[in-house]
């Protein structure tokens, strides 16, 4: 019990950790203000118990597959998000300006839906088990060297990505951010196979070179949504994704380059 509980909690805390080290980190180098944050925070924590304790109602929505619908909006919506976080960051690396109110809200609402949907796993994990005597000791144990061990991967993460210079920062970040994003493509299509809306398959399986409940491999799925056994949706899902929103950014930051060539000209 105490093995999977730290797997367990790592898994579920890593991502969204990740992902909160990449966009306070991101914001510091640039200057945005960071009081969303407490924000995000509290609507993860708010979200996590109303969407765990919830969970066995929501599960029969859409004819019993509720929970994997439900997963799977929460992956795509967080996706659009993050492709719009990516384009107003390159736009305030060019031009500063005051935190917006809707850069503001998408920066609380990613947080508050990232929490919520790995903090529920937690949720419902420590409630299956928190009522055996037998297992509380190694629950919690385990629940919390996970944590401990996802924080600090994640605290790492963020002094590294502070180490570089405002511009490499934008860059590294908005590349991460594009490999966390269509990472969570990626698990959606997951949960779509599992609700039957796309088809199943099998495109290889890597777990003998690089176990998907390994600490490597979990570092990878929270990075890059690892899968060991894709199919061949998910793949579709992940690399049309990641093109998108590579070459949106791409776009973006060479129009702003473009601007400032014409500027200098004039």
């Not at 579920?12 to 990740?18: D, I, P, R």
């Not at 080290?21 to 960071?34: A, P, T, Y």
């Not at 949106?248 to 129009?255: D, E, F, Q, T």
Request: glycine residues 8%.
């Amino acid at each position: 019990m105490l093995l999977t509980s730290v797997i367990i909690v790592i898994r579920e805390v890593l991502e969204a950790a990740l992902l909160v080290s990449i966009l306070l980190s991101l914001c510091f180098q640039l200057g945005i203000e960071r009081s969303w944050f407490k924000w995000g925070l509290l609507g993860g924590i708010a979200g996590s118990i109303g969407l765990g304790s919830q969970l066995g109602y929501i599960s029969n929505w859409f004819d019993g597959v509720g929970q994997e619908v439900i997963d799977a909006g929460l992956q795509i919506f967080i996706y659009i998000c993050l492709l719009y976080i990516c384009v107003q960051f390159i736009n305030h690396f060019y031009k500063r300006h005051p935190l917006t109110n809707v850069l503001r809200a998408t920066l609380i609402i990613i947080i508050s839906c990232a929490m919520t949907r790995e903090g529920s796993e937690i949720y419902i994990y420590l409630s299956a088990f928190q009522s055996l005597p037998e297992t509380g000791v190694s629950l919690y144990s385990g629940s919390a060297i996970g944590l401990g061990i996802g924080f600090s991967c994640c605290a790492l993460f963020y002094y590294w990505l502070l180490s570089f210079s405002p511009s490499r920062a934008l860059l590294v970040s908005c590349a991460l951010l594009t490999m966390v994003a269509s990472g969570m493509m990626l698990q959606a299509g997951k949960m779509l196979i599992q609700a039957d809306l796309l088809p199943d398959g099998q495109l290889w399986d890597s777990n003998s070179l690089l176990p998907e409940d390994g600490l490597t491999g979990q570092l990878l799925y929270a990075l890059a949504g690892y899968e060991a056994t894709p199919a061949p949706a998910q793949l579709i899902m992940y690399s049309l994704s990641a093109a998108c929103m590579a070459t949106v950014m791409l776009l973006r930051y060479n129009s702003w380059r473009k601007q400032k060539v014409a500027e200098e000209i004039s």
